[in-house]
């Protein structure tokens, strides 16, 4: 799987959008970008994942650079709930394969009021 | 409800004892996997399972380390003779759930050995 680089840490004040970003320059043209996040005490939750399109759902947008070699996580009104340790991860989609993710340390949104 | 339960949540143990932790998936998959987390990192493999075969271990997997998953349901991971180096968050996810995409962790079990 491809190797990400994220942020450490970033900052965000509530009711604006938070934007996290993700370089993974050597992405193939089979691997999915995905991101999930990490609330203090509890296991990674999904949050969304895509390919080479921009995709949106309930939780978050992602926005994948036409060459695929990064992409932004935007959750567009963040609240305090949404701190939390956010992981980029690019793999190959497949829910049959046996692989399994490899997470790095991801980038730590904290959301303030 | 995550899908997947994990039991304790929480461990302390005395270095040197024997601990069990338990998965629960709610639904049944054929994949299940184990993580473990330390402080201040991201999850880092450790084992999978397909139905009820083990069919890769990480080399973080010492042999004070197994797994099973008897049935091809729940699964249980035993560490024997605790290091205080195996304090962590042991996390457990089967592929699926909510979303059918991506996969589904438990809220994991905190082991602290003193």
């Known amino acids: 799987d491809a190797k990400t680089t994220q942020p450490t840490s970033m900052d965000c004040a509530e009711g604006r959008a938070a934007n996290l970003p993700c370089n993974h320059s050597?992405?193939?043209?089979?691997?999915?970008v995905y991101w999930y996040r990490q609330i203090h005490s509890q296991g990674p939750q999904y949050i969304i994942h895509?390919?080479?399109n921009n995709e949106t759902n309930e939780m978050a947008s992602l926005i994948i650079t036409e060459d695929r070699k990064s992409s932004t996580l935007i959750l567009p009104h963040a609240t305090l709930r949404d701190t939390a340790v956010y992981y980029c991860?690019?793999?190959?989609?497949?829910?049959?394969?046996?692989?399994?993710?490899?997470f790095g340390k991801g980038t730590t949104l904290s959301v303030s009021s | 409800d995550t899908g997947v339960s994990q039991n304790p949540r929480h461990k302390i143990t005395k270095r040197g004892q024997n601990v069990t932790f338990r998965c629960d998936p709610i639904s049944e998959h054929n994949r299940l996997y184990w993580y473990r987390q330390t402080l201040g990192q991201g999850p880092e493999f450790l084992t999978y399972f397909q139905n009820e075969a083990q069919l890769e271990k990480s080399r973080l997997l010492s042999d004070r380390f197994s797994a099973e998953r008897p049935k091809g349901s729940f699964s249980t991971l035993e560490i024997q003779r605790t290091e205080q180096g195996d304090s962590a968050m042991y996390l457990c996810?089967?592929?699926?759930?909510?979303?059918?995409?991506?996969?589904?962790f438990g809220s994991g079990t905190r082991l602290t050995v003193v």
């Open positions: 991860i690019v793999r190959a989609f497949s829910l049959q394969a046996g692989t399994a993710l490899i």
């Open positions: 050597t992405i193939s043209g089979n691997e999915y």
């Open positions: 996810a089967t592929p699926g759930g909510r979303t059918n995409y991506g996969y589904t």
């Open positions: 895509g390919l080479k």
